[in-house]
């Protein structure tokens, strides 16, 4: 059996601070994926995350999805397609763009982030439990000043390499 994190000359390669987020992230993940199998939605997977987290309830563009999680449009319209197959999602017309598709939660969809979103309470009461719930509050501050250190970042070196 593997692993999760990789070897790098024989021992685990460090972790470092983005990928101790992701480890929590899919620790956290894989609780709401046991708790959609139980309730009979055994075809979501942890792909489909990105899918339903950046979905509006009044429809979104496999585009604007596939910008919102960061991935090509054409990884997003193979995640939308098994989703839709399943009946998770709908395709309709947009009446701003008779060119585009919004994609739209079926009943079934609904139901899925209904239960994921269900869940948070639990989660996070889970998480003041082990960590106490001040320093869950800190952490939810940290981790925005982290999201907008990283933007700013970002946008630092996207302007270096224009100039």
Do not use: C, W
């Not at 024989?10 to 101790?20: E, K, W, Y």
């Not at 997003?76 to 947009?94: K, Q, S, W």
């Not at 940290?142 to 970002?154: F, M, N, P, Q, V």
């Amino acid at each position: 059996m593997s692993t999760r994190i990789p070897l790098l000359h024989g021992s685990p390669r460090p972790v470092n601070l983005a990928v101790a987020l992701r480890e929590a992230f899919v620790a956290l993940n894989d609780l709401v994926l046991v708790q959609l199998a139980a309730a009979g939605h055994r075809d979501v997977r942890s792909a489909h995350a990105a899918v339903f987290q950046y979905l509006d309830d009044s429809g979104t563009t496999v585009s604007v999805l596939a910008e919102r999680a960061q991935m090509t449009k054409q990884a997003m319209a193979e995640l939308v397609a098994h989703l839709e197959a399943h009946g998770y999602l709908t395709r309709e017309p947009d009446p701003g763009d008779r060119r585009a598709k919004l994609v739209l939660p079926t009943e079934r969809g609904r139901k899925v982030i209904a239960l994921a979103q269900g869940m948070v309470p639990e989660l996070e009461s889970a998480i003041a439990q082990e960590v106490s719930e001040e320093r869950l509050v800190t952490l939810r501050r940290d981790l925005e000043s982290i999201r907008k250190a990283a933007l700013a970042y970002k946008n630092t070196l996207n302007a270096s390499s224009v100039g």
